[in-house]
């Protein structure tokens, strides 16, 4: 889903800048740039809500989904 997508690419950058720190000089400019960034990338993890009411994940989707079929499920009994 979108969410797991989203999150692992924020991880795989944080992963990317600590590879990427040990091309350059321990006092480098640089090096420094990427610890920041790695840290900025894994801080701050989005997170998909619902106008702030609840937080959208695989579960809820998936769970949206069990309703809506066991409804419709239901209704086609009766006709």
């Given at each position: 889903m979108m969410e797991n997508s989203v999150s692992s690419t924020?991880?795989?950058m944080s992963?990317?800048?600590h590879k990427l720190q040990g091309n350059f000089d321990?006092?480098?400019k640089v090096r420094k740039e990427l610890f920041k960034?790695?840290?900025i990338a894994?801080?701050?993890e989005p997170e998909f809500t619902a106008a702030n009411?609840?937080?959208?994940?695989?579960?809820?989707?998936l769970?949206?989904?069990n309703i809506a079929t066991?409804?419709?499920i239901v209704l086609i009994q009766f006709f």
């Open positions: 924020g991880k795989e992963q990317l800048c321990v006092d480098s960034l790695a840290d894994r801080s701050y009411f609840f937080v959208i994940n695989k579960g809820t989707i769970g949206i989904i066991t409804y419709l």
